[in-house]
């Protein structure tokens, strides 16, 4: 093929240079991390499932834009909860075809969302079933009343146009026999000799590289001016370093980066942020007797210097939540509104001693020889747990540990293996802070109903969650939560379970934001878990021989630039 | 049959037995097993939390007692099934012909070399004990000693492929190189192969040339040499034939041995470049929890241990014309 | 007489070789003593000679109960010491008590003494084994006063030495000291002068025969040489007997045994035996000179291969004791009826 | 008489010397202790002499200085000459390294101590063979053949021997081995360094007897150490005697025997057992020889020597000429026929008969 | 038993050889034996040697740091320094320089150093002593005891041991220093047992063993009296090899993170820098990888350099040449006696 990669120290898109519409026959070099011979497509199977090829390859229903907060329609160019919100709408883009030259069809969308229904996807907690209405309308009958931004994500979030129905129908329908046999087969099936929807097909499954090449016959396709896309394999952050610093590929996407790193950087490197909507938190076991008291809680937040933790394990690589609230960093202002300036900051920049102190002191707290005891004398020990290995939460971990131990908590770093925290020491709540995710990933988290969701009703690692009015399934009670009213005095008691329930439900956007600002008050007084950073997922794209949008674009706000942009004639050649 | 060749060869097999044996037990005690891993990872993954519980749930089976597996093992490995990997989802002894060769490759290129510098070292240093060569190479020996060989790797890492970019920092291959008897192949292997074996060979030669050296110290003080020299034979033959053959044998053993150790060794080494061997996927392995894998890593490189051993035991009478008779030692 | 301390009866002693790499044979028994009854008694010697390899040792070893026989007995005072070892002897006899009556003393002054030990330490030792309650300058003052008697002075001095800061003579004399120090009944002298110098040699063997006297102890003595075996035999009145491939040739008190040989192979080691007398020792009265491999010894009389006086008989049976005076003498030619007589005198081709 | 009418001399000549050793000495420690001091002596050709002397004397020495094999980081001085059957003399010490490769083996060979360590143990016997006659350039066919005779002149099977590895051998075998191979190339002089130490008494004397054909068969000179005074008594012809690194007495065998002169030898003589002497007068030699590094001046021997006078103690004696050949290095060597009386002799035989002596 | 008389006379005659103090003298000569034994005369031929000078000199400095420096240099916190500070940048402040949350790299690494002679010295003794007590009673007992105490020391040595180490590890997560040392040393004694078996197997055949044996002696006596002082150089020597390995392993197993790293470690030092700090990628963070880097070699340097010069120490030749007693032994280069089996 025309792969010019030939080499480690070769660029990979020199050759001859296309000028206007024609298209160069160089390669764009991007990277993969999982070894290319093993990858396949099968969304339905979990073992080696493409991480970044797929999104060349295939077309996904709809892309979520950080910057906009929302969807940018693709495959699905119109969706639609309509018929008093009992039926959801897709309504397919024109002309989109399968590389064997079969049209893309509503049958195909249908497939693809009905596998994921019989296989326990989401959808099917409110789908009756799925039919298509003509060639380009998919028609998803609900059974209950849902929040259409649930349905949205759940529908087109991270969902790619692979599961074509000439070759997975039979998979529907052997789940009218035996389902476990049918969910079985379906997870082990390999998706290996694709038939791709996208703008790309896969030429080559290589030892080192998996090698794409363009399409003609893609809507898309003329916004397209090179032939190859390769993606070179690359194991570990520091090739990846190597790799982009010596520009010998040309994109790579979340990749971990930090500062002093990215400024060795060329100039011609350019580098894109998203958020990741997840990040290290603190998870206090609920039954302990210091991390169990809100005080203690919300001293730690104040304590808490959030700033130099994140400058302690890079900036690039992280970003201070604002408020601590069960809301991502980038979306708070967004749904909270008005509301945000009546929430807690906890002092994002600062150890702030004195008001953690004051707290302290009014819930029996004192210090005794620079150590806090509780009232029964007992000193406050906080073992912060954290896996071995993680190196950037290890930092912070240890970061967080120096600024208790210089408040007065006596606290100390537990790594363990991750395997053991998993096995058990999360299941069995045998830990007093734990390191954690304080969101649940993803571009879903955007909805507040998740994270939400997350932080007060579930952890999603699926184990112990202790906190009282989590799900009876995890160890919580379903209790009320009483917590200070957010607006002057008295207080407010609600129960957060029922209110979640209620938000899933509605389709009223007031109602929407009212819970959810009402829920996030809780979140920030009572602090279930204790927000501390969120993940920035790094993209890097080189601009010497690419145009590119500059620097923070609007339209580089997704997941992966380096594959959308091309989509969008955004990502060109220049020679 | 020679009753010794009979009984070292049972020893081999039942030490080979006994570890498999012992790991198998060992393996199963590791908190946190493969389907634990498989959910951190795909949580990691971003994927759906209830999506994740399908899989999971799927994946769980029946268990079934220790002993009903073990057979179950030892069953299938007699047939040659070492199992399926559970992380790779492929079967285990395709990844060890895919990755032995290489490890061998590298180790053993790296010990035979370093154990002829080390011979050639120790001898001259030997021949001119107490010059300022001998001291210089001497201190030198020690110096590099001291580094231990990931160390040494690391820093070739950063200076020789990430600094100036001289070699490869990872892989077997550059991308692209077709496997293949190609001088293109062999030349890139060789290639990506030069820096470990570098770091073992530097590491590891300094004692073993110290050892060749007080070796030959010896024999050049044997009454055979000077004997030797009276009797008019060249320099060159004495050196070779006296000195050189009786300092090196006492060594013999120690090669094989070093071999079967450095293959061992290269959990750390091939991490360190990236390049997957046998110990590239025994790390792999243990931090997925892929028992299959693990295992099957773990016996190979017993395996190759026992084996070179044994090798060492059986030939050592026939290199050595001394040993002939097996110590027979009385009881107290 | 009275009772002998020990008595051996009939002892073999076989050792088995398994060989590396050495396919198809079966393992290789060397018959290190074959046959051989001996006594020691009370206040004797017995002097051991015999060429390399003949068993000496060995035979030395097991009579001192530190090397096991695969046949035959080994009394001391009567009672047969492995039993007694084993537990299945109701004399009323320690093993302990055997242990610490039978001593040794090693060819080797090089590795006769423990190097990471001062001479007082190594002299300690036996009194710990013997008189374990003794104080320690008791203990001192015995060891101080043997090193004199054995003219190592001043004795204090040489207490605090290592072994490396003696002569082989004094090596020699320490472990000397230390088989005194328990008191034995026998110590077996292996070798115990062949490494020193000649001249150091007769000052040894002097110092022995004097503590002997004094302590009342039974010496056996090896030696491949004659003259000195009967240096030490004549002085102490005692015997010589002489070894051939793990069997006794010949045996009988020192001066009929050096004066009048009787077996052949006595006067081969006669012969082979120098003296500074200038006259030509002559032919030598040996066929071969190679002594036979001890794992294939040979049919008959084990001699046979070398002697000159040999006859086609001597390779049909082994010959049994006879007596001849106080000497016991295993050749047929002592029997003056035997066919050996008449049969044909063998040759080498 | 006194001292002053005896003859003496730096060292006894021999009328056909075959080597000539004159003045030899060696250091250690850069000067400071002497291991040789001053040994001058000759070999007379086609004769036996035996070198006696207790062990540390300097014997190995001796036989080293010969070759001009010291080990290092020995240092020889002196002269050693070298009288071919024909030619002119050399000096041995003077000859360039390839010269003295042809020397050694083929003119003067040596046995060493030890025939265990003599060999290398991983090459077979026929490899030493063949490498010692290529080395020498010699027809190797021819070479073994005569291999195979000097190993039956030995009482071994040539074929066995040869592909044997050394340790497959016994002592004795491995002894009468190292002896075929150093005669392979023909050799004028044998020196052997204690060839029969380590083995046991029947063997020694076997193959004492078996050099005695040797030399007969092959013509051969030998310089025989050893430190067992009566082993060498009946092969020798003549004797010298070394104490603490000098020559101290040398002459016929049976003027030695018989009529040693020097207090040490004498002494030497009655501590030897002997099957003929009577028990009761054997004597063992006081005290200890010195170590190289504390030599006492004067005589070496005079603190242990019983005749010891002031002179003794500060003047190194020269060889007095007892008679004829016999020279003894000591200032009372007629004291000590009276002093000291060997005891292996018949009372007749004891007496100096006055006559021959000076 | 039988010479009483002889006995009698010998205290008589040392009558006055015999001191009213002797017992109060006994004891204060033996401590003054045992500072020479093992104390001064050792000391004085390590001394002598220089490479056991210079190992012993840089052992002591890792000792010194280990206890008086933790205790005078302040232990590595986070922030408490400006981050990323290169070396020399603020000498006073950081002399080796930051880390990028702050930390002083030489604070690191001089506070990781008692936890790592900890766990040399658990590995060492564990290591080096459960090997003497196998080998030593396999070489000695003969027999069956050998034939099961040597497969038992030839199955654990046929154990690859990083793997080994890396899954006990993973099994036990050892937090506790010394507990790593020995994990570490799990099956490294097997190699050591049984060259040290052979050792014995030669030493039994010295005669003074049967002496002792004959004496009546108990095993245990012959194999601490006799055996043991023996084989102690080379024990000492192998405890300095042992030391090495642990070092080597244990800096390891923590670079690739297989132990706890709740502790400071070189290993975990070397893993932050080369993955986290970006040192490969030219992000001037290489001091940081360097500074550990040296803390390991030198102490592994120190390690050889004692293995090498060692086996004089306990050789009693030398040790009294050196302390001046005897004089006239000659100088037996104990150089040659270089091990012929190293293992990295
Ligand atoms: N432990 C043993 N195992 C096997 N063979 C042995 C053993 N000890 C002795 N032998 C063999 O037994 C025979 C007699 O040996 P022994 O040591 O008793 O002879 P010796 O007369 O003392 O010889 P030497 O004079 O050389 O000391 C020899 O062939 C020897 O090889
Ligand atoms: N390489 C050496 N360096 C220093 N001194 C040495 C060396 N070799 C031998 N000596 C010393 O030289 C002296 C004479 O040694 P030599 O070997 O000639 O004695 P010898 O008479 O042959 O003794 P033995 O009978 O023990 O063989 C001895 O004191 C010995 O310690
Ligand atoms: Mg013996
Ligand atoms: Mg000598």
Not at chain 2, 133 to 156: E, M, N, Q, R, W
Request: charged share 20%; hydrophobic share 40%; with cysteine.
């Amino acid at each position: 093929g025309g792969s010019s990669s030939g080499s480690d120290g070769s660029d990979g898109a020199n050759g001859t240079s296309g000028s206007g519409d024609q298209v160069a026959d160089v390669t764009h070099v991007g990277y993969t991390n999982q070894v290319p011979t093993q990858i396949q497509y099968n969304p339905s199977n979990p073992t080696s499932y493409a991480q970044i090829s797929q999104y060349l390859l295939f077309d996904r229903f709809a892309n979520f834009n950080f910057s906009r907060g929302g969807f940018v329609p693709y495959l699905i160019q119109d969706w639609e909860l309509q018929n008093d919100q009992n039926r959801f709408v897709l309504t397919l883009r024109e002309g989109v075809t399968w590389e064997d030259g079969d049209s893309v069809t509503a049958a195909d969308v249908a497939t693809q969302l009905r596998l994921s229904m019989l296989s326990g996807g989401a959808i099917a907690r409110y789908t009756d079933d799925i039919i298509t209405e003509d060639e380009q309308t998919v028609v998803l009958n609900l059974s209950t009343q849902v929040n259409p931004r649930i349905i949205e994500f759940n529908v087109l979030g991270q969902r790619f146009m692979t599961q074509k129905q000439e070759i997975f129908q039979k998979y529907v329908d052997k789940f009218d026999g035996d389902e476990e046999a049918a969910a079985k087969q379906l997870r082990s099936f390999k998706y290996t000799d694709v038939v791709a929807s996208g703008p790309f097909t896969l030429e080559e499954q290589a030892n080192q590289q998996l090698l794409l090449s363009r399409r003609d016959d893609h809507p898309d396709s003329e916004n397209i001016n090179f032939q190859n896309y390769s993606f070179r394999y690359l194991d570990g952050n520091t090739a990846v370093h190597q790799a982009i610093g010596a520009m010998n590929v040309d994109s790579v996407f979340s990749v971990f980066a930090p500062p002093n790193v990215v400024e060795s950087f060329s100039d011609a490197v350019q580098m894109e942020t998203v958020p990741s909507k997840w990040g290290y938190g603190l998870v206090p076991n609920h039954d302990h007797e210091h991390a169990g008291d809100r005080a203690v809680r919300q001293a730690i937040a104040h304590v808490l210097d959030r700033k130099t933790i994140v400058q302690n394990v890079g900036h690039t690589l992280k970003k201070v939540p604002p408020i601590p609230v069960g809301i991502p960093s980038d979306d708070q202002k967004r749904w909270l509104e008005d509301a945000y300036s009546d929430f807690e900051d906890y002092g994002p920049e600062s150890m702030q001693t004195e008001k953690a102190a004051q707290i302290l002191r009014e819930a029996g707290y004192s210090k005794q020889n620079g150590t806090w005891v509780d009232s029964d004398g007992t000193a406050v020990k906080l073992p912060v747990t954290v896996p071995s290995g993680w190196s950037d939460w290890i930092t912070a971990t240890q970061t967080i540990v120096d600024q208790f131990n210089e408040f007065g908590f006596d606290a100390s770093v537990d790594s363990r293996n991750f395997s053991s925290l998993l096995g058990t020491a999360w299941p069995n709540s045998d830990f007093v802070l734990s390191a954690g995710g304080w969101l649940p990933g993803g571009g879903r988290a955007a909805f507040p109903y998740f994270s939400l969701q997350h932080q007060l009703i579930e952890n999603f690692r699926g184990f112990t969650y202790n906190y009282g009015p989590a799900a009876s399934s995890r160890g919580g009670t379903q209790s009320d939560v009483t917590v200070p009213s957010r607006t002057g005095s008295g207080s407010m008691t609600t129960n957060p379970n029922e209110r979640l329930t209620t938000l899933s439900e509605t389709v009223d956007e007031q109602k929407t934001r009212d819970i959810i600002v009402e829920q996030a008050w809780v979140t920030n007084v009572d602090l279930p878990m204790i927000p501390v950073m969120e993940k920035q997922e790094q993209t890097f794209l080189t601009t010497d021989q690419w145009d590119v949008p500059e620097q923070n674009a609007v339209v580089s706000q997704v997941r992966w630039a380096c594959t959308w942009l091309p989509r969008q004639g955004e990502l060109k050649y220049s020679g | 049959m020679n009753s010794y060749f009979v009984k070292r060869t049972g020893r081999a097999i039942l030490t080979i037995w006994l570890v498999m044996t012992l790991t198998f037990g060992m393996i199963r005690l590791i908190p946190g097993g493969p389907i634990e891993m498989l959910r951190a990872r795909l949580i990691r993954q971003g994927v759906d939390p209830s999506r994740i519980d399908a899989i999971v749930q799927t994946y769980k089976q029946d268990p079934t007692p220790v002993y009903v597996e073990y057979y179950e093992y030892v069953t299938s490995l007699l047939s040659g099934n070492m199992g399926q990997s559970f992380y790779y989802q492929e079967p285990v002894s395709a990844l060890i012909v895919d990755a032995l060769p290489w490890t061998v490759f590298v180790m053993v290129t790296a010990t035979i070399l370093l154990f002829v510098i080390a011979i050639l070292l120790g001898a001259l240093m030997a021949y001119h004990e107490g010059t300022a060569f001998d001291t210089v190479a001497s201190s030198a020996s020690i110096l590099l000693s001291s580094i231990p060989f990931y160390v040494l790797a690391i820093g070739f890492v950063v200076v020789l492929s990430y600094q100036f970019g001289l070699f490869p920092a990872r892989y077997r291959v550059g991308p692209g190189v077709e496997p293949g008897f190609t001088v293109q192949f062999l030349s890139n292997a060789i290639y990506h192969a030069a820096l470990p074996i570098a770091s073992v060979v530097l590491t590891q030669a300094g004692l073993q040339a110290l050892a060749m050296r007080g070796n030959s110290i010896q024999v050049l003080g044997e009454d055979f040499v000077r004997v030797a020299r009276l009797r008019g034979l060249s320099d060159r033959r004495i050196a070779v034939r006296y000195v050189g053959r009786n300092a090196i044998l006492p060594m013999y053993t120690g090669f094989l041995t070093l071999i079967g150790f450095n293959i061992g060794g290269s959990v750390i080494l091939e991490q360190v470049f990236t390049y997957p061997g046998i110990g590239y996927y025994m790390y792999q392995a243990l931090i997925n929890r892929d028992y299959a894998l693990m295992m099957g890593v773990f016996l190979i490189i017993t395996t190759t241990l026992v084996v070179s051993v044994y090798i060492a035991d059986l030939t050592y009478g026939l290199i050595d014309p001394r040993v002939q008779s097996g110590g027979q030692s009385e009881a107290y | 007489m009275s009772e002998p301390v020990i008595s051996l009866e009939n002892v073999e002693v076989h050792f088995e070789n398994e060989r590396l790499l050495d396919f198809g044979n079966d393992p290789e028994t060397v018959r290190a003593v074959d046959g051989v009854s001996v006594d020691v008694a009370e206040n004797d010697v017995l002097s051991l000679v015999g060429e390399s390899g003949c068993g000496k040792t060995t035979l030395g070893k097991t009579a001192i109960g530190l090397q096991r026989p695969t046949h035959g007995s080994v009394k001391y005072r009567g009672h047969d010491i492995w039993e007694i070892r084993e537990g299945n002897s109701d004399a009323d006899l320690e093993w302990s008590d055997i242990r610490t009556s039978l001593q040794i003393i090693h060819q080797d002054p090089g590795s006769a003494l423990n190097p990471n030990r001062r001479l007082l330490s190594i002299l300690s030792e036996p009194l710990r084994q013997v008189n374990p309650d003794l104080s320690k300058s008791e203990k001192r003052n015995r060891i101080y006063s043997l090193l004199e008697r054995v003219g190592m002075n001043p004795a204090a001095d040489f207490a605090d030495r290592y072994p490396h800061q003696l002569s082989g003579g004094e090596k020699q004399r320490v472990a000397l000291c230390r088989a005194l120090l328990m008191n034995p009944d026998v110590i077996l002298a292996d070798e115990a002068i062949s490494a020193l110098d000649v001249s150091l040699r007769v000052e040894m063997m002097d110092m022995m025969l004097d503590l002997q006297a004094e302590f009342d102890t039974s010496f056996v003595f090896i030696s491949h040489d004659l003259s000195n075996a009967r240096y030490f035999s004549s002085h102490g009145n005692g015997k010589i007997g002489v070894m051939y491939l793990g069997q006794l040739a010949e045996i009988g008190p020192a001066e009929q045994v050096i004066n009048e040989p009787q077996h052949p192979y006595t006067e081969v080691l006669r012969w082979a035996t120098p003296d500074l007398s200038l006259d030509d020792h002559g032919e030598m009265p040996m066929r071969k000179i190679d002594i036979p491999d001890p794992i294939n010894p040979p049919s008959g009389c084990r001699f046979h291969t070398r002697c000159p006086k040999a006859r086609e008989a001597c390779t049909r049976a082994n010959p049994t004791a006879y007596e001849h005076g106080e000497q016991r003498v295993a050749c047929f030619r002592e029997d003056d009826t035997h066919e050996y007589w008449d049969s044909p005198e063998l040759t080498d081709d | 008489m006194t001292q002053s009418h005896d003859q003496h001399t730096e060292h006894i000549a021999v009328d056909d010397p075959i080597i000539e050793v004159r003045d030899a000495s060696v250091t250690y420690d850069e000067g400071t202790s002497y291991v040789l001091d001053g040994v001058s002596l000759d070999l007379g050709r086609g004769e036996i002499l035996g070198v006696v002397g207790e062990s540390g004397s300097g014997k190995s020495m001796l036989a080293s200085a010969l070759l001009d094999a010291v080990p290092d980081p020995g240092l020889l001085s002196g002269t050693i000459e070298y009288h071919p059957d024909s030619g002119a003399a050399t000096d041995i010490l003077e000859l360039d390294t390839e010269d003295l490769r042809a020397l050694r083996w083929e003119e003067i060979s040596m046995v060493f101590q030890g025939a265990m360590s003599s060999f290398n143990p991983t090459m077979s016997l026929r490899k030493h063979f063949v490498e010692t006659l290529e080395a020498h350039d010699e027809d190797v066919e021819a070479g073994m053949d005569r291999a195979h005779e000097l190993l039956e002149d030995l009482y071994l099977e040539p074929d066995r021997v040869l592909s044997s590895y050394p340790h497959e051998l016994s002592g004795g075998m491995q002894q009468r081995a190292l002896i075929a191979l150093s005669l392979v190339l023909e050799p004028e002089v044998l020196v052997m360094d204690e060839p029969t130490a380590a083995l046991d008494l029947l063997m020694q004397r076997s193959i004492l007897l078996l050099l005695d054909d040797l030399k007969e068969k092959y013509d051969l000179t030998m310089l025989f150490i050893t430190h067992d005074l009566p082993l060498v008594a009946a092969l020798a012809d003549r004797m010298a005697i070394m104490y603490a690194f000098r020559l101290i007495e040398i002459g016929q065998t049976e003027e030695i025997i018989n009529h040693a002169a020097h207090p040490y030898t004498r002494a030497l003589l009655n501590s030897t057992p002997n099957l003929d002497a009577p028990l009761e007068e054997m004597r063992p030699i006081e005290g200890q020889s010195p170590a190289p590094i504390n030599m006492p001046d004067g005589c070496a021997y005079h603190p242990r020597c019983p005749l010891a006078e002031d002179q003794c103690r500060t003047e190194v004696p020269d060889f007095h000429i007892v008679a004829g050949d016999h020279g003894s290095a000591c200032f009372n060597w007629r004291e000590s026929y009276d002093e000291i009386e060997l005891v292996h002799l018949d009372d007749g035989e004891r007496a100096i008969p006055e006559g021959d002596r000076q | 038993m039988k010479h009483t008389e002889s006995d009698s006379t010998t205290s008589n005659e040392f009558e006055f050889g015999t001191t009213g103090s002797d017992v109060e003298v006994t004891t204060s000569e033996r401590l003054r034996d045992i500072y020479e034994e093992f104390v001064y005369k050792p000391g004085l031929v390590a001394w002598d040697d220089r490479r056991t000078r210079i190992g012993s000199i840089i052992l002591f400095a890792y000792v010194l740091i280990g206890t008086v420096g933790v205790w005078l240099y302040e232990a590595p916190a986070t922030n408490q320094d400006p981050r990323s500070l290169q070396p020399f940048e603020q000498f006073f402040v950081a002399p080796l320089g930051t880390t990028g949350s702050g930390e002083d790299v030489l604070a690191m690494a001089i506070h990781a150093t008692p936890a790592m002679l900890i766990m040399v010295l658990a590995g060492g003794v564990f290591a080096t002593g459960f090997a003497v007590l196998i080998g030593t009673v396999a070489g000695y007992k003969g027999g069956a005891t050998d034939r099961l105490l040597t497969t038992f020391s030839d199955i654990a040595m046929s154990i690859p041991g990083l793997p080994l180490i890396m899954v006990v590890a993973i099994i036990l997560s050892p937090e506790n220093p010394a507990v790593i040392g020995v994990i570490i040393t799990i099956n490294y004694w097997a190699g050591l047992a049984r060259s040290i078996r052979s050792q014995v197997l030669a030493i039994r055949e010295h005669s003074y063993v049967e002496a002792s044996r004959t004496m009546g002696t108990g095993t245990t006596r012959i194999i601490v009296k006799d055996i043991i002082p023996n084989i102690m150089p080379y024990v000492l020597v192998n405890f300095a090899n042992a030391a090495r390995y642990v070092i080597f392993a244990a800096v390891g197993l923590y670079y690739l993170g297989v132990l706890p790293t709740s502790v400071s470690n070189w290993g975990i030092q070397l893993n932050n820098a080369y993955k986290q700090a970006g040192a490969l990628s030219g992000g001037g963070t290489f001091y940081q990888l360097l500074v550990p880097m040296a803390f390991i070699m030198f102490i592994a340097l120190a390690f050889i350099l004692l293995a090498q010069g060692m086996d004089r120490v306990f050789n009693p030749r030398v040790r009294t040449r050196m302390a001046g007693e005897s004089k006239s032994e000659s100088d037996d280069d104990t150089d040659t006696a270089a091990p012929t089996e190293v293992m990295n």
